[in-house]
Every structure is written in C-alpha cells, then in structure tokens.
C-alpha cells in the first residue's frame, strides 16, 4: 500500500497565493507519476496538474488553472508541490494528491489516492 498525505490548505483571499505539498511513504513500488485533482461541491473531480516520476519532468495542466499553478517534485523525498497563484474563488474545493505507480517485479500499475485538503477563496 502506499500512503498519501497532503498539506497546505487553507483559507486565503482571492488574488492571493498557497502551496500545497503531498508526501508519499515509503514504498518498494516505482511511481510514475503524481498529480493533484480538485473538487467543488456538486461538481466532477477534476484534472488540476500532474507530473513524471520516473523519468524527465513532464507536467499537464488543466485549462482552468494553466499559467497560474505550477506543480514540481522532490523525488528523494516522494514529494510533490503545487504552487497556487492568482487563487480565484472558484478554485474553491478539496484537493486530492494521486500517485500511479507500478511494480519493479510485476509491471502491474496501480493508482493510490490522498485523503484530501480544503482549498477555500474567499474575502
């Protein structure tokens, strides 16, 4: 099993700034990838960034929040941040951290999901 934990919500005003970290524990498995996905109240869970692990440093955004937030990595620590800039109050949700990774024996892939952080914009 692999364990994610997030940190770094809060409450902050609209225009201003977080950083959210996620801390995986200690595992035999490769990760691949991280990510962040977010969700607001009656809505679907959303892409918000993602990046390799494994290899190189590729990242994804969502469109709604490309060009504000920006993701990177501590592989040594199994860390991943998420530097939220420009914060609108409908980046308001509960943000999730997310890892896939796979098996160094099997090959198999697996995703593993954190247990959330409140994100609230709002004056």
């Known amino acids: 099993q692999v364990q994610l934990v997030e940190s770094g919500g809060g409450l902050v005003q609209p225009g201003g700034s977080l950083r959210l970290s996620c801390a995986a524990s200690?595992?035999?498995?490769?990760?691949?990838?991280m990510g962040w996905y977010r969700q607001a109240p009656g809505k679907e869970r959303e892409l918000v960034a993602d990046?390799?692990?494994?290899?190189?440093?590729?990242?994804n955004y969502g469109e709604r929040v490309k060009g504000r937030f920006t993701i990177s990595r501590d592989n040594a620590k199994n860390t991943v941040y998420l530097q939220m800039n420009s914060l609108k109050p409908e980046d308001t949700g509960a943000y999730y951290c997310?890892?896939?990774?796979?098996?160094?024996?099997?090959?198999?892939?697996?995703?593993?999901w954190g247990r959330g952080t409140q994100v609230t914009v709002s004056s």
């Open positions: 997310e890892a896939v990774v796979s098996d160094p024996l099997g090959g198999f892939v697996n995703e593993y």
């Open positions: 200690e595992t035999i498995f490769v990760i691949n990838s």
């Open positions: 990046i390799t692990i494994t290899s190189g440093s590729g990242t």
